[in-house]
């Protein structure tokens, strides 16, 4: 006898139908698992054995032939246990074929409970598209699978409990979306804890507006990683499409938090200058997104940026450009998106102190060049915002005036960001710094005075084509922020003083 199971595969951030067909023959007893398992599909035989004989069913022992279709496709994880199993109940004879609308995920213990998998949610997301009506996954994973609508999901605790569902005997109770997920957050820290830095607030209020990139450059101690970790406070809102983007990549790395459905917090990723090439981009065999796409609607912050291998900070050229990183193997290739804001933070020099008003920098001019050089020209160009932090004074340090809380920022960045989604609807760009080059001449025109404003400073700093297009893309997100419709030569001019550290550290002489 023959029957056929449904379940989801997962290639990258999209998932496929999966059918599993399992067949009892007369012959030696075995049992053989084809199609393209890998490891972890071939060692479910075992745990399916142990969890028939430790749930109180009979496992048959008959040869046994598992086909997992489509064959030229690689199958691959734990979440196929609970297919295998349902598709082995059914084939002997002590289940009835469940509907055929039916998908069925989950990995299983040896005593037949049902444990968590990865990737549950664009597994959901492609079963409804596929015209799937029903979805049986592990209790901790069905509030993932919930909100995806027209799709109704048991969250499965027990292959006993699936069976009587199964059987009618004990129906199980579809999961319902829960608006709050989990725990509350702890509160993100607050830009009203840092004194001074105006001119790097702004810079940042202006890049959170815009969802620009930012170079941090100071001595140490001045604040740049104080500034970096309180830009959460001040990001837009995310959309609802936003959310189900960002938690997809979560969902597939198996890092949404336990009880959680989605992503509703911009993420905030930083890792620690050690981390590789791959660990940034996503590798493996079956690649898995890395610390750009897990940053994806949110912030990659990069501290001590020269610290980072050159070949990890080269990773980061084309995905800041394109927003999607692809990373190619034999078996094929695998797009992630990655619509970041990058924020990296670094010292001016190996001792910090180049460049500080008071403190006497200790090394050779050779040093200090050797240790820029690590900051490749391209990748600088893609920075938009270059901002110098300087030494706070004490005065400003013992003050107790406090300073403009996150709140009032973020309703500036806000204001601003509804002003481009007005302006950019219809186009797919979520803010400013997405916009291409074909839409640039028409979404970042100038006034006379402010293109001549960047004439000059296209001659005088020897910008390149790209720098200056951020930088008109800088300039209209000023704009925005200050309700202006047109881009005037004030907000020009900011935005050219932004590119302007380059001259100081990287192009002066010997």
Not at 53 to 63: E, L, T
Not at 238 to 259: H, V
């Amino acid at each position: 006898m023959v029957s056929k199971i449904h379940s989801m595969g997962l290639w990258g951030i999209d998932a496929f139908p999966v059918e599993i067909e399992a067949d009892l023959s007369t012959g030696m007893p075995s049992f053989e698992v084809v199609g393209l398992p890998d490891a972890a599909v071939r060692e479910s035989r075992d745990r399916i054995r142990a969890a028939f004989k430790n749930a109180g069913f009979a496992f048959p022992i008959s040869r046994i032939t598992v086909n997992m279709a489509p064959a030229d496709q690689k199958k691959e994880g734990t979440l196929y246990d609970l297919p295998l199993f349902i598709a082995l109940l059914s084939a002997s004879g002590q289940l009835r074929t469940p509907s055929p609308s039916s998908v069925f995920l989950g990995e299983l213990s040896l005593s037949g409970e049902v444990r968590p998998v990865k990737g549950v949610l664009p597994m959901a997301i492609a079963a409804q598209e596929a015209g799937f009506s029903s979805l049986f996954v592990p209790a901790a994973n069905a509030a993932e699978g919930a909100v995806v609508e027209g799709l109704s999901v048991y969250p499965v605790r027990h292959v006993a409990d699936l069976y009587r569902h199964l059987t009618g005997e004990a129906p199980l109770t579809p999961a319902k979306p829960s608006a709050e997920d989990g725990p509350p957050a702890a509160p993100l820290p607050d830009f009203a804890e840092v004194r001074g830095q105006e001119l790097a607030k702004r810079a940042l209020e202006i890049a959170a507006s815009g969802g620009h990139n930012v170079l941090l450059i100071g001595s140490p101690g001045t604040g740049k990683s104080m500034l970096a970790k309180r830009l959460p406070s001040i990001l837009p809102d995310m959309t609802m499409a936003e959310q189900i983007e960002t938690s997809k990549i979560y969902s597939i790395a198996g890092a949404l938090p336990a009880g959680a459905s989605l992503v509703r917090t911009r993420p905030f990723r930083a890792p620690h200058h050690t981390v590789s090439a791959a660990g940034l981009s996503g590798g493996g065999s079956i690649p898995r997104p890395g610390e750009i796409s897990l940053a994806h609607n949110g912030v990659l912050f990069l501290d001590e940026l020269p610290e980072y291998e050159r070949s990890a900070m080269e990773v980061l050229r084309q995905p800041i450009e394109d927003g999607v990183v692809t990373i190619s193997r034999v078996s094929g290739s695998i797009s992630y998106p990655c619509s970041i804001m990058l924020v990296a933070a670094m010292n001016p020099c190996p001792c910090g102190y180049f460049g500080h008003p008071s403190r006497k920098c200790t090394c050779s001019p050779r040093a200090v060049n050797r240790y820029l050089g690590r900051i490749s020209g391209p990748l600088l160009d893609r920075l938009d915002l270059h901002v110098e932090v300087p030494p706070v004074s004490f005065d400003r340090l013992s003050s107790s005036e406090r300073a403009e809380p996150s709140s009032q920022i973020k309703k500036r960045v806000n204001a601003a960001r509804e002003r481009q989604r007005e302006r950019l609807a219809g186009t797919g760009i979520p803010c400013n710094a997405g916009i291409t080059p074909g839409l640039l001449t028409d979404l970042c025109r100038p006034t006379e005075a402010a293109r001549k404003l960047l004439k000059e400073a296209f001659a005088q700093m020897e910008l390149s084509a790209r720098a200056y297009d951020r930088v008109l893309k800088v300039a209209r997100t000023i704009a925005d922020l200050a309700g202006s419709a047109d881009l005037l030569p004030q907000h020009a001019a900011e935005a050219v003083q932004y590119r302007s550290l380059d001259r100081k550290y990287w192009l002066r002489e010997l």
